[in-house]
């Protein structure tokens, strides 16, 4: 199975601070890669799909980039209802797999 | 709006069955994938089957394959999840989901059934 590595596990910043969020592949998945943002007791929501198309109703401050085995989630001025954990999860093969998580934690 | 209501989660002895149920409604249930995720207290989030919009084609997490089912009424507008030989790993939150067009995303989330695996 396709192995999705998230990086850092844990990202401090402030308030309008700038995120950004590594997700690596064990081999190419082309641009077959989400993003998903979860918050505390809730169900997670898609942000990103097709690794740079973001899904209805996202903010443009939440941006995603990259092909083939490394990609990044990028949140261009942090506001206080982005910290959260973020997943990655690839579509090229099955199982569909997700990374281990990056929390955005205030600093 | 989309909304997705499961339903049938609970307590359950190991090895014993559960059947979780997804009710859909705000989009047209028959043209979409439907997919089960789960996610076990403080942990990340586990793929667990698709079923797609047909309910023709049907794939499965290795960690289930073989103990869970899944199938899908589009007269009903239905999702359901049926877990045998249930073990406490299983022990999770599962979430309904509806795929984005075409793509194995998903794009809506139900609010999640609690599904506790213990002696």
């Known amino acids: 199975e396709i192995v999705l590595t998230q990086s850092p596990a844990t990202l401090s910043l402030s308030p309008g601070e700038r995120a950004t969020l590594s997700c690596r592949a064990s081999?190419?998945?082309?641009?077959?890669l989400a993003w998903y943002q979860q918050k505390p007791g809730q169900a997670p929501r898609v942000l990103i799909y097709d690794a740079s198309n973001r899904a209805t109703g996202i903010p443009y401050r939440f941006s995603g980039s990259g092909s083939g085995t490394d990609f990044t989630l990028t949140i261009s001025s942090l506001e206080p209802e982005d910290f959260a954990i973020y997943y990655c999860?690839?579509?090229?093969?099955?199982?569909?797999?997700f990374g281990g998580g990056t929390k955005v934690e205030i600093k | 709006q989309v909304q997705l209501v499961e339903s049938g989660g609970g307590v359950v002895q190991p090895g014993r069955s559960l059947r979780l149920s997804c009710a859909a409604s705000?989009?047209?249930?028959?043209?979409?994938?439907m997919h089960w995720f789960r996610q076990a207290q403080g942990k990340g989030l586990e793929w667990v089957a698709v079923?797609?919009?047909?309910?023709?084609?049907?794939y499965y997490a290795d960690s289930v394959k073989g103990r869970f089912t899944i199938s899908r009424d589009n007269s009903k507008s239905t999702v359901s999840l049926q877990m045998n030989s249930l073990i406490p790993e299983d022990t999770a939150i599962y979430y309904c989901?509806?795929?984005?067009?075409?793509?194995?995303?998903?794009?809506?989330w139900g609010q999640g059934a609690l599904v506790t695996v213990s002696s």
């Open positions: 989901t509806k795929e984005l067009p075409g793509i194995s995303v998903a794009g809506s």
């Open positions: 079923v797609s919009y047909d309910g023709r084609n049907k």
């Open positions: 081999q190419s998945i082309k641009n077959y």
């Open positions: 999860q690839q579509r090229s093969d099955w199982p569909l797999t």
């Open positions: 705000g989009f047209t249930f028959s043209s979409y994938g």
